[in-house]
């Protein structure tokens, strides 16, 4: 079992910046392939990004922000995150971590993901 708890969310101004984290419990973080998500209101939850597991030595992003968000671990923080500049009022959304026990790299897909956390809302205003 592992559990996630996302933080980081707020406020920002278009332009801006946020970082998101997510940390995670356990002891075998490392062995998990990470991602995250985001769903605005009346959408579907959609990819955003991942990471590899292990070393994360392979990531992957949406078209939509390539460029501007970066993916990271600290395995021994047991913590993923986004780095998310030059913020648009499109990212307006709930963001979710969520990490994968079965695909070790470029899980883009919702059910390759076992386990999830709540959330955290980033609000983009123009």
């Known amino acids: 079992q592992v559990q996630l708890v996302e933080s980081g969310g707020g406020l920002v101004q278009a332009g801006g910046s946020l970082r998101l984290s997510c940390a995670a419990s356990?002891?075998?973080?490392?062995?998990?392939?990470m991602g995250w998500f985001r769903q605005a209101p009346g959408k579907e939850r959609e990819f955003v990004a991942t990471i590899s597991s292990w070393s994360g030595g392979r990531t992957y992003y949406a078209d939509s922000v390539k460029g501007r968000f970066t993916i990271s671990r600290d395995n021994a923080k047991n913590t993923v995150y986004l780095q998310m500049n030059s913020l648009k009022p499109e990212d307006t959304a709930v963001y979710y971590c969520?990490?994968?026990?079965?695909?070790?790299?470029?899980?883009?897909?919702?059910?390759?993901?076992?386990?999830w956390g709540q959330g955290t809302q980033v609000t983009v205003s123009s």
């Open positions: 969520a990490a994968s026990s079965t695909v070790a790299n470029s899980a883009t897909r919702r059910w390759e993901y076992d386990y």
């Open positions: 356990g002891r075998t973080f490392s062995r998990y392939a």
